[in-house]
């Protein structure tokens, strides 16, 4: 068994790789990846080249456990959401506005998501591939959809066809609103889309 | 000479399966030795179905198959009055198959009147309803081995445990999963896409039941050799309360996701251990182990 130091460091170190991929998110998200350096991560921290290797081995190892970061912070999001008593309507609105408001709170997330992950494959394919690094997120998603089909509100078809519908509208919206291209607040558009999710997804 | 336990074989709304099947048992002889049968459908017995149906007999133990009909008519005996007379005189009744066990297949031709002898569905209820005498032995039909090793636990006098559904534990506590040779696919999510091949998981498109279906039959193989699954058939769950389902070479799906997974464990753990497990691709799994075409 472990004792109570040996916990709180391992505690103290997961807050410190949190810490870390937060700001490598942002700097990943301003610059770039390939640009943004691991010595320029460190510098952005204040931690020594040689102590940052202590938490992250690479650049690819840190690519995929702020997937793995994001997939969580977004999950858990999507977890309260389906572990609430709302109706499936009510769930959609509450999916778009929480996807919405991390986007306008938290933009790194989304763009990270959007920019390098699906963009960059071949950072991802060795370690990532498929679900791994985006299942808590995921499977929170399938648990709606399969709640929402077994109480009869929404029409049964193939996942892939209505995760594509569901997340690649959110995040197109996400990106035009990244180019500035919206001419209003993204959530100004939120009661319209979920709708619009709703009529396409729904038992006829 | 020692009198043997004596042993009566009714039955209720039958298809004659699981008399069928016990013929099968491999030491039946032992089992006509150690009992004195009062009536068998098939077997030598010592009285005729008309002597029974007089309800003039006692037995130790009473074997129903089929599923119970108050109504039904035997030999000009209603069979609530067969029923009650010869339960009270046993100290051990036994429903074989799932028809006796918990309506099966049968309760479909009258949902509100016809039941298992124990049990209605997962409902305890009929005429021996909570009885700390009954033994359920659900199947459709029951493998041979489950009746020997029951009616050998009898004659030795061995305390035999059941589960909450009267079933013994030693027969039921495992899944069919237990023991099936397509668990590394079941692992892996490789699925099975037709019927009657060695390689593939038949969970995932093909209807089976056995990661949530209380049955040994991967563990006490049938004719020795064999199970459904083992030749590229799904389990159908046909020793559980809910059989028979419809669509049973179907999995039930909502968007590509399984409505029942396996018992025990949470959807939620179930999806995200599959949709990872899924992400790997073992070519070894993807094609068949022994083809026969090249």
Redesign the interface.
């Given at each position: 068994m472990k004792s109570e130091s040996e916990k709180s460091v391992r505690t103290k170190k997961e807050d410190r790789k949190t810490s870390i991929m937060q700001t490598a998110l942002k700097l990943f998200s301003s610059e770039g990846f390939y640009t943004t350096t691991m010595p320029a991560i460190a510098k952005k921290v204040g931690m020594s080249v040689g102590n940052f290797y202590n938490y992250f081995s690479s650049k690819d190892e840190l690519a995929k456990e702020i997937m793995l970061y994001i997939s969580s912070v977004l999950g858990e999001q999507l977890?309260e959401i389906n572990m609430s008593e709302k109706s499936v309507r009510e769930k959609i609105d509450m999916i778009v506005k929480m996807y919405f408001r991390i986007a306008q709170e938290r933009p790194e997330l989304i763009e990270y998501f959007l920019r390098i992950f699906l963009s960059n494959r071949e950072i991802f394919t060795k370690s990532c591939?498929?679900?791994?690094c985006v299942?808590?997120f995921?499977?929170?998603l399938?648990?709606f959809?399969?709640d929402?089909?077994?109480s009869g509100v929404?029409k049964?078809?193939?996942?892939?066809s209505?995760l594509g519908l569901f997340m690649g509208y959110l995040g197109g919206m996400v990106f035009l609103n990244g180019e500035e291209v919206l001419p209003q607040p993204l959530h100004d558009y939120e009661s319209a889309i979920a709708e619009n999710i709703y009529n396409a997804l729904r038992k006829q | 000479m020692k009198s043997r336990p004596k042993l009566l074989w009714l039955q209720g709304v039958t298809c004659n399966g699981n008399t069928h099947s016990f013929l099968n048992y491999p030491h039946l002889s032992y089992i006509l030795e150690t009992f004195e049968f009062l009536y068998h459908p098939i077997l030598p017995a010592t009285y005729t179905l008309e002597k029974i149906a007089s309800c003039t007999q006692s037995c130790d133990i009473l074997i129903f198959e089929g599923a119970y009909d108050p109504r039904m008519m035997r030999a000009g005996s209603r069979m609530e009055t067969l029923v009650q007379h010869y339960g009270s005189t046993a100290n051990t009744i036994i429903a074989v198959g799932s028809c006796a066990s918990f309506g099966g297949m049968f309760k479909q031709s009258d949902p509100e009147y016809i039941t298992g002898v124990g049990f209605d569905r997962e409902i305890a209820k009929g005429p021996f309803a909570k009885s700390n005498k009954l033994i359920n032995l659900s199947g459709c039909p029951i493998h041979p081995e489950w009746l020997g090793y029951t009616l050998r636990m009898i004659a030795d006098n061995k305390v035999i445990l059941i589960d909450e559904m009267h079933r013994p534990k030693e027969l039921y506590a495992y899944l069919a999963h237990h023991g099936c040779t397509r668990n590394e696919y079941f692992e892996w999510k490789v699925d099975a896409e037709h019927f009657g091949t060695k390689e593939g998981c038949l969970f995932y498109k093909q209807g089976c039941r056995g990661p949530m279906t209380h049955a040994s039959c991967n563990k006490i193989l049938w004719n020795d050799v064999s199970s459904k699954t083992r030749i590229g058939s799904p389990c159908f769950g046909c020793t559980e309360p809910d059989f028979p389902r419809t669509n049973m070479f179907e999995t039930k799906?909502?968007?590509?996701?399984p409505?029942d997974v396996p018992l025990g464990i949470s959807?939620?753990s179930y999806?995200?251990l599959t949709?990872?497990a899924?992400?790997?691709r073992i070519p070894r799994l993807e094609k068949r182990l022994i083809d026969d075409n090249t």
């Open positions: 977890r591939s498929g679900m791994v299942s808590d995921v499977t929170e399938m648990l959809f399969d929402g089909v077994q929404l049964d078809q193939d996942f892939f209505a | 799906t909502n968007m590509s996701i409505q959807k939620r999806l995200t949709g990872i899924k992400s790997f």
